[in-house]
């Protein structure tokens, strides 16, 4: 694998005009586990967003979701990608661009996600699994959210 992803960042020139900041391959990219890799887009953390100084932050990108923010990434999910069953404490978007992935819950529904199908997944146990021939590509911003309260007690980000 060899995930390359062209960003292009705009910002402010000293007369409030719009400028290009960046527009280059991210330079941060990971392979967590067998099969899976993915680059890292941006970072904001804090609501509202400030968008008055220009400081690229994904060097500062730690884990899965950033408490207190949002994380975008684009991830290559390759065939037959090692499982990985978890749970963020976020809500997340995802956009399928290429290829197709299934997404297993906990309770055993899987559900087929092909290119142009969208995502949210709010807080819920699931796994990615990759059956087809062709990498999958899913561009995800994950939001910063609330532990899921059931009967009163949190179910834990894990995995």
């Known amino acids: 694998m060899s995930l390359k992803v062209r960003r292009v960042v705009t910002g402010h020139d000293n007369n409030g005009k719009a400028i290009v900041e960046i527009d280059a391959i991210s330079p941060v990219t990971k392979k967590p586990r067998p099969g899976a890799e ?14 008055d100084k220009f400081e690229d932050p994904i060097q500062n990108i730690k884990g899965t979701s950033l408490d207190g923010g949002s994380v975008f990434r684009v991830v290559q999910f390759d065939p037959g990608v090692t499982p990985r069953n978890h749970r963020t404490d976020s809500l997340d978007y ?32 699931h796994n990615w699994v990759n059956k087809g021939k062709v990498p999958c590509l899913i561009a995800f911003v994950l939001i910063w959210a609330k532990p899921v309260m059931i009967d009163g007690k949190p179910l834990a980000a894990h995995g």
């Open 38 to 51: 993915y680059s890292e887009i941006w970072m904001s953390e804090g609501f509202p967003i400030s968008n």
């Open 94 to 125: 995802g956009i399928v661009m290429q290829g197709e992935i299934h997404m297993e819950l906990d309770n055993g529904v899987v559900v087929p996600i092909k290119a142009g199908d969208v995502i949210v997944q709010r807080g819920t146990i």
